[in-house]
């Protein structure tokens, strides 16, 4: 059996990412595998207006989300040392850019954590149990508790 050689971190910017991260970084170091993260972008701004919830899709707030989503993703890759050629920010949905993205680079071990900003209702979150599901590869998921 072959070590880990390409390793992908999915991170959704919640607060836990951080010790998802923690636990892909050491793999990765312990395997000597590439380390690439995604971050899938997937939601737009609601503010709550006196007319009601607007969706903002004006230029500039798009502008400013995307730098802010960049900047998050920067902070997270930087501290991991990921190289810059292997880090992704895309638009789409999660799951399936997630599974995109490790076969085309393939990668062997996708890392996600069991839950993130959707919550711990159920035993997996969605996006960990689809990649589960449907990667052709191994999926750790790294069990996340409330607290
Ligand atoms: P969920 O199943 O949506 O509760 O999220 C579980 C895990 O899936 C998170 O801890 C991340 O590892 C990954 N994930 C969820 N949403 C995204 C996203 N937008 N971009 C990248 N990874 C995500």
């Not at 971190?9 to 892909?24: E, G, I, M, N, P």
């Not at 900003?117 to 409330?146: F, I, P, W």
Request: aromatic fraction near 6%; glycine fraction near 4%; charged fraction near 25%.
């Amino acid at each position: 059996m072959s070590a880990y050689q390409s390793i992908l971190l999915a991170v959704d910017f919640s607060t836990q990412d951080d010790y998802v991260a923690k636990r892909a970084k050491y793999l990765a170091e312990t395997f000597n595998a590439e380390l690439r993260i995604i971050h899938v972008l997937d939601n737009i701004p609601m503010p709550d207006t006196p007319y009601g919830t607007v969706i903002a899709l004006d230029g500039n707030s798009s502008y400013s989300l995307l730098e802010t989503e960049k900047n998050k993703l920067r902070k997270i890759a930087d501290q991991l040392e990921i190289d810059p050629m292997r880090r992704r920010l895309v638009w789409g949905e999660p799951k399936q850019e997630i599974i995109q993205l490790a076969a085309q680079e393939k990668v062997d071990l996708i890392i996600v954590g069991s839950h993130g900003r959707h919550g711990l209702a159920m035993l997996l979150g969605s996006t960990a149990n689809d990649v589960l599901y449907y990667a052709k590869c191994d999926v750790l998921a790294v069990r996340l508790q409330e607290n």
